[in-house]
Each structure stands twice: as C-alpha cells, then as structure tokens.
C-alpha cells in the first residue's frame, strides 16, 4: 500500500500543470521591482563614490585600491552621479515614474531580453536609456 501512495505522487507530479508552465525569467517585472532596482542602485553606488571621496580627503588608498580603480574604471570624474560607474546616468529633471516606463518599454521592446534575469533586463535597459556622457 504505501508503494502504491509513492507511485501515486510520483505520476501526480509529472502530469502537473505547473511543472510544465513555460517561465519566462521577466515574469512579475513591474513598477515596484524597477524602482527597487533604481533605489537600489543609487543608494550602493552613492556610497562607493563617498567611500572613494573619503579616501581622497582623509588617507591615501592602498596601491591595490588604486590598481583595482585605475583597470576597472580608469580616471575619476571629479563630480558624478550616484551610478555613473554603473554605466548610467539618471536625469535629474525626469520623474521616476517617466523613467520606469521607460525602462518596461525598453524591456518589453527588446527581443534579447527574453533570455535575460530580470535584474540583467532591467540593467541593460538603463544602460541603453540613459548612459552617461
């Protein structure tokens, strides 16, 4: 009897409907996941640039900091916005609500995305939106 409860599971799982639902990865993409994104986003990057600010104000910053900056981003800009070394920038004047639809058009537009995670979709979209000068 209890042989017969496990095949009796085992058939119930391969014959499910949700096991065999097509999962496309930008699924449950909305407004609240973008402007978590972007919140996200400008708040790490605001404090790495002030981490780097504090470096230059208060001691000078390890040779393997200064390696690692100068081959991974290169010269530093001596004002920039929060997510400049993310690869986008943000336009002041623009709500937010303007650039997350947006960034849904972007997404929803572009046939790569479709093969991407969403924070991967969400990311390029920024960087083809909004790249910084």
């Given at each position: 009897m209890k042989n017969l409860a496990h095949i009796f599971t085992i058939i119930?799982?391969?014959?499910?409907?949700?096991l065999f639902a097509e999962n496309t990865n930008?699924?449950?993409?909305?407004?609240?996941?973008?402007?978590?994104?972007?919140?996200?986003?400008?708040?790490?990057?605001?404090v790495i640039v002030k981490q780097f600010d504090s470096y230059t104000d208060n001691e000078e910053p390890s040779d393997f900091f200064k390696r690692a900056f100068k081959t991974r981003v290169g010269k530093r800009q001596p004002s920039v916005p929060a997510t400049y070394y993310a690869g986008f920038c943000l336009p002041q004047n623009t709500s937010e609500e303007v650039i997350i639809d947006a960034i849904l058009t972007e997404v929803e537009n572009a046939s790569s995305s479709q093969d991407l995670?969403?924070?991967?979709?969400?990311?390029?979209?920024?960087?083809n939106l909004y790249p910084c000068q």
């Open positions: 119930a799982c391969l014959f499910s409907p949700a930008n699924d449950g993409l909305d407004n609240a996941y973008i402007a978590g994104f972007l919140a996200g986003a400008q708040l790490t990057d605001n995670e969403k924070a991967s979709a969400v990311y390029l979209a920024l960087r």
